[in-house]
């Protein structure tokens, strides 16, 4: 059992840059692929990056190449999403998640944070 815990959201103008964290319990967290989703206002939760167990393979979105890093700290069971240039667009909830494989897929993640907001002003 993963439990998660994402902190770092809140309110940012246009261009500018917020870190996310998700701390893990449990001392499986380094076994674990981490991926971070988002949901904005009456769309559909969406991929926005995961990284392996080991932090060597990780993935983005097309929409935040380039403007996103996720990273991982095993020693501290925290995953993080540095987020820069954030665009109006980047509004949503962001939810880290847990699973066994480094997958796009929401559906393959077992555990899920509460979510923390982002929110971009224009």
């Known amino acids: 059992q993963v439990q998660l815990v994402e902190s770092g959201g809140g309110l940012v103008q246009a261009g500018g840059s917020l870190r996310l964290s998700c701390a893990a319990s449990?001392?499986?967290?380094?076994?674990?692929?981490m991926g971070w989703f988002r949901q904005a206002p009456e769309k559909e939760r969406e991929f926005v990056a995961t990284?392996?167990?080991?932090?060597?393979?990780?993935y983005y979105a097309d929409s935040v190449k380039g403007r996103f890093t996720i990273s991982r700290d095993n020693a501290k069971n925290t995953v993080y999403l540095q987020m820069n240039s954030l665009k109006p667009e980047d509004t949503a909830v962001y939810y880290c998640a847990a699973g066994d494989r480094t997958t796009v897929r929401a559906n393959m993640y077992d555990y899920w944070g509460q979510g923390t907001q982002v929110t971009v002003s224009s």
């Open positions: 990284i392996s167990w080991s932090g060597s393979i990780a």
């Open positions: 449990g001392r499986t967290f380094s076994s674990y692929a």
